[in-house]
């Protein structure tokens, strides 16, 4: 019997053209199956088909998925931010000969986050489908990959499970062989346990006798137990 678990991670990474892309996979125990995404700005098209590929291949679990995408710096255009460097000169400027304060320079003013931009060209529909196309097979690379996770833990499991079954079994075989279980022996236990519960000295009634009588014999049976553990 297969048995697939509800937990596992995948990765599948790749490049395509300027681009490097990275999909993650994570899945974790749950009664349904629930879907997280993280595709980023720009990349929300393929949540649709996302979804559509992972409720075929998979029932139960939570799984979330990022995809996290990046332009290779070097080639990169970059274009200065001109207002926001001379509002940065200008207030500079105001502070100029303030004691503790000292002059920035140029290249510590272009340092500052946002004053240099990067110019993402778009792509040409030849280039763009391309793109689409790797992160299309990226992404059926990982859903492979988190199912065959999910596939070798739940192995793992049911190997540990058919352990634990296995000698369960074999331990109900050596009880229900037991000689404690033999009729002969069923009633000698039955008759010394009797024997304590009169000689504990309070006289007991009739019916109240019969009932711990019956309680004894039932608590010495254990053929019904048995039975069930072997359906």
Sequence with gaps: MKVNSMTGFACAEG??????????????????????????????????????????RFIRGNI??????????????????????NDLIALAGEYRGTEGIERPGLDGLLALRGVIEPVNEPAGENVAAAIDKALVAGMTELLDGLSSARAEEGASLMKIVSGHLAKMESLATQVAESAALRPDAAKKRLASQVASLLEAGAPVPQERLIQ???LLAVKGDIREELDRLST
Excluded at 64 to 85: D, Y
């Design 212 to 214: 711990e009588l019956a």
């Design 15 to 56: 490049r395509d053209g300027d681009l490097d892309w990275v999909w993650e996979a994570k899945s974790v125990n749950g009664r349904g199956l629930d879907l997280r995404c993280r595709l980023g700005s720009g990349f929300d098209s393929f949540e649709p088909a996302l979804r559509k590929a992972v409720a075929s």
């Design 64 to 85: 979330s998925i990022a995809l996290r995408v990046t332009r290779q710096a070097s080639n990169q255009t970059v274009q200065i931010n001109r207002n926001l460097l």
